[in-house]
């Protein structure tokens, strides 16, 4: 199938950092190809100030017509957010479908999101998107498909009907708060048992899924995409000393993400907020790594989830070249393609886990199986011992100093 040719359009302010302004610009690039389409032009205007109208100066948006009518791109993608009244004005200028950063991030949300929440948060999104920008749109918004920007939330010929749209949003919004209530009920049952919670967070396509799978043994979907991921999965596993965790894979985090994802993703990024520990991936080898830490870091810290123990894991180690030091402690640098290395990830999550987690030594008779179970599951044990005279076990470990278990251990 032909791909969608498409043409980007960024504007470049005066003292904007260089470095900052071109990884946007190849971010663009890659949600893009992403979504389906070719970049067959890039345009950029060294500009002061936005035009209040029509964004960029008419002289500008002329050479971007004659460049879309000679290279046949069908499709504008702008870097920053259009005002209705500047999308409505480009797309007469243009003669052609206009879309910003922020529906394009929709629209790839749109194509992946995979469970019944997912997928009312996407759709939530895009319709308190799309209800301030519905005049001028004509027919592209109201079918579904049909190129990029228009995988549309339904079928209603949105532009005449605010009122279905108001009403859908109303009824959506119902429907997540009974999720959200399920999801609580969920995090009670899971505090009642004392589950510990990883939560693998990271800037998008830095190795999250491929990560959750080799850790899970999963299908978590796995694409070198960007949001590959947008639905959490948890899964229980083992870490090597025997403790049960609970890891949650979690949609990839973005500079610049639309606002009214980020109110609609709140319960998705709610996993992070109630994990105990995070795992932040960053992919070592991208030259930009340290902006989207620092994008990463934020977000949490939005999120009030920075001040949860976070171990920050440097992958794609086999695509460095030359040194590498990382500049966050405590790390780790690995590639999560390498069995070896998910191995020596699981055993430094125990590491950084017993600096903060408090040491017992307790004696279970032979008879008490279960508690010596019970302790491996939820502890971390570091020494085992049968003590043949009180025909019992000296077990010695570390427990998080909240557990319930914690009281009958300290000794």
């Not at 904007?16 to 690039?29: G, I, T, Y």
């Not at 997928?119 to 190129?147: D, W």
């Not at 025997?242 to 319960?267: C, E, N």
């Not at 640098?333 to 191995?343: E, L, Y």
Request: aromatic share 6%; charged share 30%; glycine share 6%.
């Amino acid at each position: 199938m032909e791909k969608e040719q498409v043409i980007l359009v960024a504007r470049k302010a005066p003292r904007e950092d260089e470095d900052r302004f071109h990884s946007s610009l190849e971010e663009l690039r890659s949600l893009t190809e992403t979504a389906g389409g070719e970049v067959c032009n890039i345009t950029i205007q060294n500009r002061e100030r936005i035009h209040p109208a029509t964004y960029l100066g008419e002289g500008k948006l002329g050479e971007i017509k004659e460049e879309a009518d000679e290279k046949g791109a069908q499709l504008v993608i702008f870097n920053d957010e259009l005002s209705p009244g500047q999308l409505r004005n480009i797309s007469d200028r243009l003669e052609r479908r206009v879309i910003d950063r922020s529906q394009l991030i929709l629209d790839i949300f749109a194509s992946r999101a995979r469970t019944k929440e997912g997928k009312l948060q996407v759709e939530l999104a895009q319709l308190e998107y799309l209800l301030p920008r519905l005049t001028g749109q004509g027919t592209a918004l109201s079918r579904l498909g049909g190129g990029i920007g228009t995988r549309g939330p339904g079928e209603t010929k949105l532009e005449t009907d605010r009122r279905h749209i108001q009403r859908r949003i109303d009824d959506i919004k119902r429907r997540l708060k009974a999720v959200v209530k399920q999801r609580e009920q969920y995090r009670k049952r899971r505090g009642e048992n004392f589950a510990f919670q990883i939560a693998v967070v990271g800037y998008t396509n830095a190795g999250k899924s491929t990560f959750f799978n080799r850790l899970t043994d999963s299908d978590s979907f796995e694409e070198d995409l960007l949001f590959a991921t947008l639905d959490p999965l948890t899964r229980q596993i083992r870490l090597p000393s025997g403790l049960r965790v609970l890891v949650s894979d979690t949609v990839g985090f973005i500079q610049d993400l639309p606002t009214t994802l980020i109110a609609s993703f709140r319960s998705t990024l709610e996993e992070v907020t109630e994990a105990d520990f995070i795992l932040h991936m960053v992919d070592a080898s991208h030259p930009d790594y340290s902006e989207y830490e620092k994008t990463v870091h934020q977000l949490l810290k939005d999120l009030q989830a920075d001040h949860l123990p976070t171990l920050t894991v440097y992958n794609k180690r086999d695509l460095l070249t030359g040194d590498f030091i990382p500049p966050t402690n405590p790390s780790i640098t690995v590639s999560v393609k390498d069995p070896a290395d998910i191995m020596k990830l699981a055993e430094k999550i125990e590491k950084v886990l017993i600096e903060d987690w408090q040491v017992y030594k307790v004696f279970v008779h032979a008879s008490e199986g279960k508690k010596l179970e019970q302790l491996k599951g939820q502890s971390i044990v570091t020494s085992v011992q049968f003590n043949e005279t009180k025909e019992g076990y000296e077990v010695e470990g570390y427990i998080h100093p909240k557990h319930p278990l914690k009281t009958n251990l300290m000794s």
